[in-house]
């Protein structure tokens, strides 16, 4: 078979019907140029609607050839057949334009333009794949209500709405009637507000109110491929109407709510499948809609698109297999399951339209005829029918299997089985508090008994409610199995409460049981997440993640991340600064989470959050100096000359949570008005970091170190800062601002002012120095930050006491002032063991005693932190770090005597 698509009966009657005409279509695939050149060609002597319907034949025998005998990609057999339709719509919607304004005038708005008429496409139409049989669903919508000009004898004004009206069935007519020549389109309209019952054509205000208040679950799906198709001088104009639908499709929060709905939408598709092949075996191969089918791959998409694209709009994408790769980008599909997933799309598709081809019918079902499922097996490459069906059994079983896992339809799924709840309700039995509180736990039921006359609650609609009890229930029967403690559940409880309201949280925790049992064990093993789930639940997300605990952050990564999200955004025109500050608390919340998480289950050493938590915020500062100064106003270069100087626990990498940033701006530009246009900028940056929105704050900033304290500047420029600190006029730093030199080290900026940072930092610490002197000053300053910390006699502070965490600081302070231009060693912003472990290595400490500080240290901080995540005081009984306390005593004698 040679001349494979001769096989198809759509294309012998094509050949037959269309042997003139067929030349007028340019050689090549398809597109607009080409379909244009051949509809003005077929226009000389057929009528508009006759030639767009031959124009429709000509374009499917065209691509049978190159799909069956030329192989082309899925891409351009999709492209080909979305243009057309496309074309077909445009040329349609200026015939009834004109026949319209020649009875009517033309449509009006209140301020006398125009009214503008936007065509939606739904669905494959909107993600450009439109299979070769594909009807194309379509919803009308115009701007603005008013009515239409009239004719100058002030005769025809009708309402804008009606005019429009009568343009939807003019242009049914140019593409959906069967004529002779067959149809152009099948056309849809049933996913329009209110169905088929709805009108056919509503205003853009109206489609916002029925979003706001009859909008339904299974909407949103539909509404996420919407695209403005036709005309095509409307669809530069559309942003009034992307920002009716984009909130309506993408929550705020991660919404897990629709798991529920689409469920019920997909076992009502499967449902009927079924009831269409009974007594009719051969319909159960249905391509499309069958178990493992196309149906379930874009419901596995649109499913994480929807739930996530509130939070990652680089999500916000229509084709299927582009949206694959942004799901794998996101990490919220392993790269290998999404290359399946698209392998199979693409071979789905193919069979598809190889099914389409033979008869030019909508449907998806394998036909039955051996020579027809031969010739298939031909055209798709395989030697023979069995090792087609073969590949297709494969490809399907893996979609199913992956569908199946995400909705939670296995049977040894968490949701099927409420996450192994033995004596849990079954999922579909009505639950109520009162008949459940008998059975709970006495804490838990404590805890609980007062929600039935709670506010929050009895604004919970039933579905919430049954939820929230579920929840209670499941958590109850894993108290009583051992699997979580009573603490736990009663800070479940009382992290739950205030957040009744949001539903979402509800339908999250009961579609991922891992999460919920993760959140449990999280809350029962410190107090301090607990406030920090409290101020940004939605972080609780992350805990679904398999590889939340074995990873560690990757500064490279975070910030690829946010800055494809700031495409996507810009993009879709909504990179404004509100959404840009939401995106970067969002980001910074997660990541703060995620180190949390490691932390509390002993994944990672007190270090490593502290290099963690660091890294993080130098990220952050990076990310958003860089976009401030995208969006400045007064920026006059395209990078700024400019650094930030990291001070205090940033600049010794020893970040803890709810650390503020000590930071220094310094610049270093020859513009005239630098000065003016820094300080804005700084201020600006100073603001984005600090404003709490929505979605909270990221850093309290600490300018405290700039030259002249809290009087001085800002931002200044470099010279003026080197100057201070070198001791270089009347004006100089103090000695505990070189202290504070010791953990300085430059955050960001150019690569020259570093080079000059490091040159300052090292001239500073080298400065000659009367060591008698500066002893006495160093002592002087601990003996009067120790009067101001009180501690009971018979307790011991593991920060301020004698023996404290202080008291380290302060003796590697005087030993790398003192010393460091000695010893090169010392002068490395390397942290306060390391130091100590270098100082007793040239000599300034006898032996074993730096080491044996730097391990109390240690200790010292562990304990101050975990006593932190658990809200405990940081005073312990004196017994309890007496060796600890010990050794530090002993490297403060053998410093200061």
Known sequence: ???????????????????????????????????????????????????????????????????????????????????????????????????????????????????????????????????????????????????????????????????????????????????????????DLALRPNGNSGPSVVSRQSLEEYFLVQGREWERFAWLKSRVVAPFSA?????????????????????????????????????????????????????????????????????????????????????????????????????????????????????????????????????????????????????????????????????????????????????????????????????????LLPDLNPRLRDRVTHWSEQPRMRALRDEGVQRLLKLLQRTNAWIDEGRVSEEAAVRWTDWMEPLLRRESYLALLIERPRVHEQLMRLLGLARWPAKYLQQHPGVIDELAGEALLVERFVPAEFEQELERRLTSLQSTGQADEETLLNLLRRAHHAEVFRTLARDVEGRITVEQVADDLSALADSVLKITSRWVWQLFKQRHRDEPLFAILAYGKLGGKELGYGSDLDIVFVYEDPHERAGEIYAAYVRKLINWLTVKTGDGDLYEIDTALRPNGNSGLLVSTFNAYADYQCQRGENTAWTWEHQAMTRARFCLGSPELKTRFDEVRANVINAKRDQAALRQEIVAMRDKLRAAHTVKPDL?????????????????????????QQH???????????????????????????????????????????????????????????????????????VFG
Not at 250 to 276: A, M, N, P, W
Not at 847 to 872: F, I, N, P, W
């Open 1 to 187: 078979m040679q001349n494979l698509s001769s096989y198809s009966r759509f294309v012998q009657r094509l050949r037959r019907r269309y042997a003139n005409e067929l030349p007028l279509l340019p050689a090549g695939a398809p597109v607009l140029a080409t379909m244009q050149t051949c509809f003005e060609a077929l226009r000389q002597t057929h009528s508009c609607g006759d030639s767009l319907r031959m124009l429709r034949q000509l374009v499917m025998e065209r691509l049978v050839v190159l799909d069956c005998e030329q192989h082309v990609s899925l891409e351009t057999i999709t492209r080909a057949v979305t243009e057309l339709g496309e074309f077909t719509l445009d040329v349609a919607y200026h015939e009834a334009q004109a026949q319209l304004d020649g009875s009517y005038g033309m449509p009006t708005t209140p301020t006398g333009d125009r009214a503008t008429l936007w065509i939606i496409g739904m669905g494959k139409f909107g993600a450009r794949e439109l299979n070769v049989s594909s009807d194309i669903d379509l919803i009308y919508v115009y701007d603005e209500d008013g009515e239409t000009a009239g004719l100058p004898d002030g005769r025809g004004r009708i309402s804008n709405h009606d005019y429009f009206a009568k343009a939807v069935k003019l242009i049914y007519t140019l593409i959906g009637d069967t004529t002779e020549h067959g149809f152009v389109f099948r056309m």
């Open 796 to 820: 011991f502070d593991v920060k301020h006491s004698a023996g404290g965490m202080v008291d380290v600081e302060f003796a590697v302070q005087y030993l790398v002032l003192a010393h460091a």
């Open 235 to 435: 669809t530069a104009n559309a942003f009034e109407l992307r920002d009716t639908v984009l909130p309506f499709v993408f929550r705020r929060y991660l919404d897990y709510s629709v798991f529920e709905s689409l469920r019920g939408l997909h076992q009502q598709i499967r449902k009927h499948s079924i009831t269409q092949s009974a007594g009719r075996p051969e319909r159960a191969n249905d391509v499309k809609l069958s178990r493992g089918g196309i149906r379930e791959i874009e419901f596995t998409v649109q499913l994480l698109q929807v739930v996530r694209g509130g939070h990652f709009p680089e999500l916000r994408t229509r084709p299927t297999l582009q949206a694959l790769q942004r799901l794998s980008q996101a990490n919220l599909m392993p790269a290998a399951t999404a290359d399946a997933l698209a392998k199979a799309y693409v071979f789905l598709r193919q069979v598809e339209h190889r099914i389409q081809y033979l008869d030019d019918q909508q449907t998806h079902v394998l036909p039955t005829n051996d020579d027809d499922l031969n010739w298939m097996a031909l055209t798709l490459g395989f030697g023979d029918v069995c090792d087609f069906l073969s590949q297709l059994d494969s490809h399907r079983e893996l979609v199913a299997q992956e569908f199946d896992r995400l909705l939670g339809l296995g049977e040894k799924t968490e949701a099927s089985n409420n996450g192994d709840c033995k004596g849990c309700t079954p999922k579909n039995d009505y639950v109520d508090l009162a008949s």
């Open 824 to 894: 090169p060693s010392l002068l490395a912003n390397v942290g306060n063991i390391a130091l100590l472990l270098s100082a007793e290595k040239v000599g300034l400490l006898p032996a074993g005693v730096g080491e044996k500080a730097g391990s109390a240290y240690r200790e010292l901080r562990r304990v101050q932190h975990r006593a932190r995540l658990d809200e405990q005081p940081t005073q312990v009984p004196q017994a309890e770090l007496a060796d600890e306390c010990a050794a530090i005593k002993a490297l403060w004698q053998a």
